[in-house]
């Protein structure tokens, strides 16, 4: 089976109860708990570790996928929220790095801000009924309000078994966990099989509550410094088989590629594809920044612009290499048919595929009918 659906098994440690913490899950909180445990051990960390350690672990996880992406976590879900509320508090740009995010967590906890409690309230859940289906049994009569206090005592008495034991126990008189030596060694050994486990339930949980937002995987965590090579090039023999260009937005001629903007932003989207990317002016591009251009000034203009390019392209003898995205998004089998494409299948096809992501980028929250005024 693959990694990203079973773990390894163990003869000594109930692993089952480990994986069985991450199913049915109705907030994100249990994903990004254990993902802050495994961060923590990969940098050497010893088995006792604070809990504020590790919650300041998951706001800056949750971070990117919160605040530049804009994902949903759910109307419930108080680690989304948590970091929206941290964003303003502390006035962090939603781009931050995460060792700023991590200070500004622990900044606002230690002040008793009302962040600070919301980050905190998150360990009445998380840090106790991470455990609970290690104790399933135990705790299947119990009321709801005695259940954390039975799992610290039922951790307890685990983590002197010799068989079987918990993951954790709590630390007497301090808020924090201690990982049992033997899941500290399961988890070493296993890291990279534990945490593509972990991520692969957890774009499960965000794509439940992301329907059609393209690219989830890649909005976990913050980005990496993303290579626009394929499109310069791209662009560049289109102005080479077709002469100058026209900046679809300013309606400035290009007879080079001074920027490139994505039509729809790449913080929805998430990727280069060559079909939403365009020559601009550099103006042009800090001022569209992430926001959505206005759909019905400049769909138009922009397919006609994509439309030439290819078949300017296309006619190219290395011109195949380029244009790769256009085949697959146009299910065309070959260069030769995409020479052949009518523009209306060409256009209509494009309108199809960016038309609705318009509208999902709107209802995530970002911002609508941008225009180009000229300084």
Known sequence: MSSSTSLPPSPSLPVPELAASLRDV???YKFYWLLAILEHLQEGGAAAVAVDDLLARMVAAVWYPSNYF???FGKQDQLGQAALALRDAAQTAANAPKAQVIEAVQVHMAGGSAVGHMIRRLDKYVVYRFLRPFFAAQLRSISDWEVNRRIVQLAAQSFEQA???CLYRFVE?????????RWVDYLHAN????????LWHLVAY??????????IAGKLAEPNQRDLGTARRFWRAAIAGQGPLRCVYSGEVLDNVPSLDHFLPWSFVAHDLLWNITPTIRSVNSAKRDQLPDFA????PFAVQQYQAVQAVAQQVRGAALLEDYILLLKTPSVTALRDLAFDDFRRVLQETLAPQVQIAHSMGFA???SYARS
Not at 206 to 215: E, F, I, K, Y
């Open 26 to 28: 109705t907030n994100s």
């Open 70 to 72: 804009r994902l949903s």
């Open 163 to 165: 068989t079987a034991p």
């Open 173 to 181: 008189g301090e808020r924090g966990i201690e990982l049992h030596p």
């Open 191 to 198: 890291l990279a099989i534990v945490t593509g486990f972990c």
């Open 206 to 215: 965000l794509q439940r509550n992301n329907p059609n937002v393209p690219n």
């Open 297 to 300: 000034t400049y769909f138009a």
């Open 368 to 370: 609508g009918g941008w």
